[in-house]
C-alpha cells in the first residue's frame, strides 16, 4: 500500500536522478564494509596462527590454521559443546516461557474486560522499562533461598512468569488488530475463552509469536549479565559466561582458538539473521525491539 | 435513566452494541449479560495469573526489597541491619560511585546522540530510493544483533588493543595510536565507538518513519522551491520527531544499562583507572563481589531514579519539541 504510493511518482521523476547513484552506492558499500570489517577480521582471525592476527590487519591467512577451532573447543575444562547445550537448553526453556506466558497474558490485556484493567496494564508497560539492576540483588537472595542458584530455574522460570513484559505489549498491539468477529464465531460454535485463544486467536498470531521467539533467542543467547551471577559453576556455564572464563584464563590469550569459539559463539544469531533478516528487519521496524 | 446507564456502559462488554427494544424478557437478558462478564473476568484472571504471579515475586516484591536492603547494612550471611540512609550518605563520600556516575553520564550523552545521528543520516541516503535498500538496510542492521554479545566485546578488546586492528589501520596513514583499551583517557571512547556501531535498529525504525511521510509534501515543497535543506529542515525532521523521541527514550534507557562491553573490555575491573568503570559494572563489583547488598541496592535505587527522572523529563520536554500529525 505504501510502497505503491512512494515508489510511483519516483520511478515518474527518477530518470534524471539514477545517472548520479553510482557515487551513492560507492559509498554505502564502503561504509558497510568499514561496519562489517571487524567482524570479517574476526573471522579471517580464527584461521590465523595467534602471532599473525597481531602483525597483520589483512583478512587472508598466510596459512590456513584449522586446529584453532579443535583447540578452543577444547580449551577450558569441559568441551565446548557442553557451554553450547547449557546455553540451548536456557533458550529453550526461554522461548517456550516467554511464548506461553505472553501470549495468554496479551489475551487477556486484548481481549477481556475484567476490573482495573487500565491499570494494570500500565503496570504492565512501566515494568519494560525497569532496568534488570534495580532487581537482580533481592531476585539474587530470592533464588538463593530457593536454592535455585547454579541451575537454570532462574534464568527460566521467570519467562514463565511474563517478566518479559514487552512481548506482552507487542503481543496485545497485534491481537487488538485481529477482527472480533472471528472470536464471536468461534463462541457461537462453543468456544469458551480459552478455546478461542487456542484455535482463534493463537494460529493468526504467528508473526506475533515468531517475533517474540527469535527475539527471545537472541537476547537470552547474548545474555551475560543474569547468567554470570546465577551460573558459577563451571558445569553449568553458558557460552558467554564460558568465554569470558576463556579470555580472563591465561595471561597470554590465546586468540586465535578464542576468536574461534567467539565465531562458533555468535554462529547461531548469524544464522537466524540470515535465514530471517526480512522478518527480523520488519519487526524491530513496527515494534522497535532491537 | 443517568445512574443505571452509566452502570450499563461500565460493564457492558460491548459499548458498540445495538441498542435491543425494551421487552419483557429483562431477567434472562441480564443474567446472560452478567455472565459473560463475570466469565470474562475468571478467564481474565485465569490467563493473567501467571504474569500476577511474575509481577508479584519477580518485579514488585523485588523492588520493594531492594528498596528496604537499600537501608541496611547486608553481605547475606547475617540478618540485614536496619542502618537508616547510612548508604545513602556513603554514596557522597564514595569517589568511585561519582565516577561511575560521570562515566555512565559520558558514555550515554556522547553515544547515543552519535548513534541516532548516525541512524538518521543513514536512515535518509537509503530513503532516497536507492535500489537493493533491502540489503544495505540488513548488513547495517547486523551490529545491533550482535553489539550486546560477549564475542563482540571481546573482539573489541582485541581490535582497540595496541597491536590491533584500529592502529594498524592508522599506522598505515601514519599515525602511532594510543593502547586505546588500556589508556584511561581513550578505554572508554572505544566503547562509546562500540554503541555507535550499532546504530542499525534505530535506522530501520527511522526507514520505517521516512516512509509514512507522504510524498505529495516534498513535490508540493519543490514546487514552491525549496532546496534539500529546506525541505529536511520544515519536512522531514518535524515529521520525524515522535520517531526520534521513540528512539532517543528507547536508547537512552539501553544505554545506562550497559554492561557486558565495559565489562569484558576492562576484565571486570572498569579500568584502566576506573575510566570504563559503567554504573552497573560498580553496582556488580559491590553487590556480587563484595556482596555489599545494601549498599548495591541503594545504588540500584539511585539507577532507577536517574533512569525514570530523565524518562519523566523526556516526556515533559517532548511537549515542546516532538510533533504529533494531530495537532
Known sequence: ?290 | MTATGSVEQATDTQPAAPPRPPAPAVPPRRRRRTGRVAEDRRAAWLFLSPWFAGLALITIGPILGSLYLSFTDYSLLTAPEWTGLDNYRRMLDDPRFWTSLRVTFTYVFVSVPLQLGFALLLAMVLNRGVRGLPIYRSIYYLPSLLGSSVAIAILWRRVFGAEGLVNSVLAIVGIQGPGWVSHPDWALSSLIVLNVWTFGSPMVIFLAGLRQIPTMYYEAAQVDGAGAWQQFRRITLPLLTPIIFFNLVLQLINAFQSFTQAFIVSGGTGGPADSTLFYTLYLYQRGFGSFDMGYASALAWVLLLIVAGLTAVNFLASKYWVFYGDE
Open chain 1, 1 to 290: 500500500m505504501a510502497t505503491s504510493e512512494l515508489t510511483l511518482p519516483r520511478a515518474a521523476a527518477g530518470r534524471p536522478r539514477r545517472r548520479r547513484k553510482w557515487p551513492i552506492h560507492l559509498g554505502l558499500i564502503l561504509f558497510g564494509l568499514v561496519l562489517l570489517y571487524p567482524l570479517l577480521w574476526m573471522l579471517a582471525s580464527s584461521f590465523k596462527p595467534t602471532a599473525e592476527i597481531f602483525t597483520q590487519p589483512g583478512l587472508i591467512p598466510s596459512q590456513w590454521r584449522l586446529e584453532n577451532y579443535p583447540e578452543g573447543w577444547e580449551a577450558l575444562r569441559h568441551p565446548f559443546s557442553r557451554y553450547l547445550m547449557n546455553s540451548a537448553m536456557v533458550v529453550m526453556g526461554a522461548v517456550v516461557g516467554n511464548l506461553v506466558a505472553c501470549s495468554l497474558a496479551a489475551y487477556a490485556f486484548a481481549r477481556l474486560e475484567f476490573p482495573g484493567k487500565k491499570l494494570w496494564f500500565a503496570v504492565m508497560l512501566g515494568t519494560i522499562m525497569l532496568p534488570i539492576h534495580v532487581i537482580i540483588v533481592p531476585q539474587y537472595i530470592l533464588f538463593s533461598q530457593l536454592e535455585w542458584i547454579n541451575t537454570f530455574y532462574p534464568l527460566i522460570v521467570p519467562k514463565f512468569l511474563a517478566t518479559d513484559a514487552f512481548f506482552i505489549f507487542l503481543m496485545v498491539q497485534f491481537i487488538r488488530a485481529l477482527p472480533r468477529e472471528l472470536d464471536d464465531a468461534a463462541r457461537i460454535d462453543g468456544c469458551g475463552h480459552f478455546g478461542i485463544f487456542l484455535r482463534v486467536i493463537l494460529p493468526l498470531s504467528v508473526p506475533a509469536l515468531a517475533t517474540t521467539a527469535i527475539f527471545t533467542f537472541i537476547w537470552t543467547w547474548n545474555d551475560f549479565f543474569s547468567q554470570l551471577i546465577f551460573l558459577t559453576s563451571p558445569d553449568l556455564y553458558t557460552v558467554p559466561v564460558a568465554l569470558r572464563t576463556f579470555v580472563d584464563a591465561t595471561s597470554a590469550t590465546p586468540w586465535g582458538p578464542l576468536f574461534a569459539m567467539s565465531i562458533v559463539a555468535i554462529g547461531p544469531i548469524f544464522g537466524f539473521f540470515l535465514a530471517g533478516q526480512r522478518y527480523l528487519v520488519q519487526g524491530i521496524a513496527t515494534t522497535g525491539i532491537k
